[in-house]
């Protein structure tokens, strides 16, 4: 229990998944952490019924020994995925099921988390893509596989904050440099499936 466990630390944090624990009205929840990286921990269900992917919180961890620890969050910034048009849904949710099928945990990765946080906020602007585009390329880099930026003029363009218009012809040269990236280092080697919801993204996006 909460009241039991020393509290170790809080940080600012982004839910990835919640799923529903054995013990009744807890969840167990994965949040993407801004200082810490990548945690687990138990939340009780009466206290953050509003808890959600892509909820940006404060949170605080608790943790008694070796056990699973506790969370306690604050939101923060809270967007209704319920009310996302289907291609924003379906890109947050590519975001997170990346993360968690290739991030170690509580490995520190705060430029992915700033162009996480980034993306959420600007999700509902009609530049939700140039973000996602960032997150993309920040996140490769954290995990150690830059791309040459060479590669692409327009990406280049996008990371120094200096293209205002951009063609969809470009943005799928782009999306194709970065899905290529993400195969050839993150999935394939490691023989893990390509999350759906990132499958069925690049498929709208890319499509002719």
């Given amino acids: 229990m909460i009241h039991r466990s020393k509290q170790l630390w809080i940080d600012d944090g982004i839910i990835l998944n919640k799923i529903s624990s054995l013990r009744q ?30 909820s940006i919180t404060n949170c605080k961890y608790y943790c008694n020994g070796d056990r699973m620890g506790y969370f306690i969050c604050e939101i923060k910034y809270l967007i209704n995925i319920n009310n996302l048009i289907y291609i924003k849904l379906t890109a947050i949710l590519s975001i997170v099921k990346t993360i968690i099928k290739t991030s170690s945990e509580r490995q520190c990765m705060k430029n992915s988390y700033n162009a996480l946080y980034n993306f959420i906020k600007n999700l509902q602007t009609s530049a939700w ?25 327009h990406l280049k363009k996008i990371l120094q904050n200096k293209i205002t ?25 490691f023989n893990i499936k390509v999350p759906i919801f990132r499958q069925v993204l690049f498929d709208q996006l890319c499509e002719k």
Avoid: A, H, M
């Avoid at 899905?179 to 999935?187: E, T, V």
């Fill in 165 to 189: 218009n951009i063609s969809i012809d470009d943005i799928r040269k782009i999306l194709e440099i970065i899905n290529l990236y993400f195969k050839k280092n993150c999935f394939d080697p």
């Fill in 129 to 153: 893509i140039t973000y996602f585009i960032i997150f993309e390329f920040n996140y490769l880099k954290d995990l150690g596989y830059g791309i040459n930026l060479n590669e692409s003029y």
């Fill in 25 to 54: 009205n807890y969840y167990i929840i994965t949040v993407f952490c801004k200082e810490r990286g990548i945690y687990k921990g138990v939340i009780q269900n009466d206290i953050n019924q509003k808890l959600q992917v892509g």
